[in-house]
T-cell receptor, first 110, second 113 residues
Framework: NAGVTQTPKFRVLKTGQSMTLLCAQDMNHEYMYWYRQDPGMGLRLIHYSVGEGTTAKGEVPDGYNVSRLKKQNFLLGLESAAPSQTSVYFC?????????FGPGTRLTVT | TQLLEQSPQFLSIQEGENLTVYCNSSSVFSSLQWYRQEPGEGPVLLVTVVTGGEVKKLKRLTFQFGDARKDSSLHITAAQPGDTGLYLCAGPNSGGSNYKLTFGKGTLLTVNP
């Protein structure tokens, strides 16, 4: 039982490049979330999903898109990366208010 | 907007000392959670407190939910280097939909051997 996994663990992008972060969970949770964590800012919700085929905007959605084609996977896309998107990205899943987090992806945009 | 303020922001202590960190809000929460995040890892849920005045113990960690459900505290007895990490409190967003959480900015605890 792996819980929540994220790939890749590290990535460096140039401004304007695109990429997709993959999150997978094996706990059959309906709810999945993408957060970013920045020094002094705490965890901020980017997008979330309440079930397969659904997505919704969180607190800081601009510049990101998401998809949830399968219940166990939640993808976060950056279409045109900007230096302001340098951050650590966490995926989480849950049922109810208890959330289970992945190990994170450290993204640097130069 | 519901905010959770955590204090202190940073805490550095010696092994064996006791400590308390706080999570405060002007809003009432139906429950509060505490997470611990070790360097390079994601947050891990430690406990959920639900009832005003509730006290929960997890080995050397004691969690308390305020009577008015606006605040919570985490007390660690005889801290160990393995307790080092970022301690986050979180509570359900008002409106209660979609199980979204509001997180505090955390207390970064360092326990020196």
């Amino acid at each position: 039982n792996a819980g929540v996994t994220q790939t890749p663990k590290f990535r460096v992008l140039k401004t304007g490049q695109s990429m997709t972060l993959l999150c997978a969970q094996d706990m059959n949770h309906e709810y999945m979330y993408w957060y970013r964590q920045d020094p002094g800012m705490g965890l901020r919700l980017i997008h979330y999903s309440v079930g397969e085929g659904t997505t919704a905007k969180g607190e800081v959605p601009d510049g990101y898109n998401v998809s949830r084609l399968k219940k166990q996977n939640f993808l976060l896309g950056l279409e045109s990366a900007a230096p302001s998107q340098t951050s650590v990205y966490f995926c989480a899943s849950g049922e109810g208010y208890e959330q289970y987090f992945g190990p994170g992806t450290r993204l640097t945009v130069t | 907007t519901q905010l959770l303020e955590q204090s202190p922001q940073f805490l550095s202590i010696q092994e064996g000392e006791n400590l308390t960190v706080y999570c405060n809000s002007s809003s009432v929460f139906s429950s509060l959670q505490w997470y611990r995040q070790e360097p390079g890892e994601g947050p891990v849920l430690l406990v959920t407190v639900v009832t005003g005045g509730e006290v929960k113990k997890l080995k050397r960690l004691t969690f308390q939910f305020g009577d008015a459900r606006k605040d919570s505290s985490l007390h660690i007895t005889a801290a160990q280097p393995g307790d080092t990490g970022l301690y986050l409190c979180a509570g359900p967003n008002s409106g209660g939909s979609n199980y979204k959480l509001t997180f505090g900015k955390g207390t970064l605890l360092t326990v020196n051997p």
